[in-house]
């Protein structure tokens, strides 16, 4: 039986980049804990200092298919390109210029919400082309 996993962002503001990722995947932020009306009384009731309440944020997948996503503060920022990124599916068996068409679409759409455009590789046989982009904080993803 396959392991459940979560991916996980060191990030210098989790709620700003959990409501990135949220929109950008059709996600969600993870409910607070039953019993609360939002995060801000679950941290409170809790004894978390008001300075600390954006330590830490998560999205998941409505359908629950997909892996939960997890955000947490860390003090330094990034300094090199990623080892591991994610793959965004947003044309996902298209092919050719109506594959690319799907892909600037999506890339303008994310744009729109604060991820900036790198590059595009052309589909050349090989490959079938993709948009290389980076979330608000400079993480690197790739539309495919």
Not at 5 to 13: E, G, K, L, M, S
């Amino acid at each position: 039986m396959a392991k459940e996993f979560q991916v996980t962002y060191d990030c210098a503001d989790p709620g700003a980049l959990a409501a990135f990722w949220a929109q950008a995947l059709s996600y969600r932020i993870a409910p607070p804990p039953e019993g609360f009306p939002d995060w801000t009384a679950a941290l409170t009731a809790w004894g978390v200092p008001p300075e600390n309440h954006n330590d830490r944020s998560a999205i998941t997948d409505p359908d629950g298919r997909g892996p939960r996503v997890f955000f947490q503060k860390v003090p330094e920022g990034k300094t090199a390109k990623n080892r591991v990124h994610l793959d965004v599916r947003a044309a996902p068996g298209l092919t050719g210029d109506e594959r690319m068409a799907v892909l600037e679409e999506e890339a303008a759409r994310l744009e729109g919400l604060g991820a900036k455009r790198q590059y595009r590789l052309e589909p050349d046989g090989m490959d079938e082309g993709i948009i290389v982009m980076v979330d608000p904080e400079g993480n690197e993803f790739c539309l495919d």
